[in-house]
């Protein structure tokens, strides 16, 4: 049997992974995916809407680092369930990052094992840039530029929210940093499912060049070609109580004030009186929280919970901040209506 291609959707935290991956489900039945999320807590797997899809979470850590080693037996299993006809015969695994990973770094899962080269084949590496951030997070977040410099493909999302000269401005922008990947710029989160049937060679981290050569010392250490420098921190919360809408606004307020410029991503799904299903929030730093109500809870568990991610020197910072806002949610949930 051919090997099966491997596609691995990366960008930044809260570039639009999971609407654009959700928007090819509806196209394709034929995907396995592999959802990797910072948090202990998973939330985009329940975000996914393909039913017929096999859907492994790899939560707790970035792929490129700490569970790195986890993707090897992630990848055997999922192929030997399709072996056996435990799960439906995809043709193409789906890989979606946590926005803090290296791509590179998990490129060499499986260009040094020899056993799933031998049945898996990278087909593609496709980065999600979001084109109203975007321009401030490659200064700021040394993950960005290495997830645009490692693209195959480039998906430019959010473009309906800034106007076509600063779209344009962009796209040169990210053509300087990458000269060789074509760009898809998505319209309301949706790009062309066929970009997952591109194949690429694959490239040197170090030159760019698709194939490997000796670079000097000085290539080696360049800011493109180090590796992420993740001071990207995550914690968790799971809270069994709830709230009314407004007081929810205002706990997310809240949490803002005190994260101030190191919130990154807050994700979550919170329990809201009077709501039969959760509120969904999708937050990215500098911007205002989207918050969407669903109307049925993906499964039986109906606790609040919420995945914060900060950029701060210390680890323990996320769960500070988490551990303030469960004492100010008890509060809240106290006081008289």
């Not at 670079?215 to 995550?234: E, F, I, K």
Request: net charge negative.
């Amino acid at each position: 049997m051919a090997p099966i291609p491997v596609v691995l959707l990366t960008g930044f935290l809260g570039s639009g992974k999971t609407t654009l991956l959700n928007h090819w489900l509806g196209e394709r039945q034929d995907l396995a995916l592999i959802i990797n999320e910072l948090g202990d807590i998973g939330i985009d797997q329940h975000l996914t809407q393909g039913a017929d899809v096999p859907v492994t979470l790899m939560a707790g850590g970035c792929l490129c680092c700490v569970i790195q080693g986890s993707l090897s037996s992630t990848l055997r299993n999922l192929y030997m369930a399709r072996q056996g006809g435990d799960v439906p015969a995809f043709s193409t695994v789906v890989i979606e990052t946590t926005g803090a990973a290296d791509p590179f770094n998990v490129l060499a899962v499986l260009e040094q094992d020899p056993w799933l080269k031998k049945r898996f084949v990278w087909q593609s590496v496709i980065t999600v840039v979001d084109a109203v951030t975007g321009s401030e997070a490659l200064a700021r977040h040394p993950e960005v530029l290495e997830q645009v410099t490692a693209a195959d493909q480039l998906v430019i999302s959010k473009s309906d929210r800034i106007s076509a000269q600063a779209l344009a401005d962009f796209q040169q922008r990210l053509q300087g940093l990458n000269a060789g990947a074509p760009q898809t710029v998505a319209e309301h989160g949706r790009a062309p499912a066929s970009l997952l049937d591109r194949a690429f060679p694959r490239r040197c981290r170090v030159t760019g060049m698709f194939s490997p050569v000796a670079a000097p010392p000085a290539l080696a250490t360049s800011a493109v070609a180090a590796p992420s420098r993740h001071d990207l921190y995550s914690a968790s919360l799971r809270w069994p109580g709830q709230l009314s809408w407004a007081l929810w606004q205002a706990a997310l307020a809240q949490l803002a004030s005190e994260c101030g410029e190191t919130l990154v991503r807050v994700k979550g799904l919170l329990k809201v009186d009077a709501l039969d299903g959760p509120l969904l929030v999708q937050w990215v730093g500098g911007e205002t929280p989207a918050l969407s109500p669903l109307t049925l809870w993906p499964d039986a568990d109906t606790d609040s919970r919420l995945v914060l991610i900060t950029r701060h020197p210390d680890p323990a910072y996320p769960q500070q901040m988490l551990a303030h806002w469960q004492t100010l949610l008890t509060l809240l949930a106290q006081t008289p209506p």
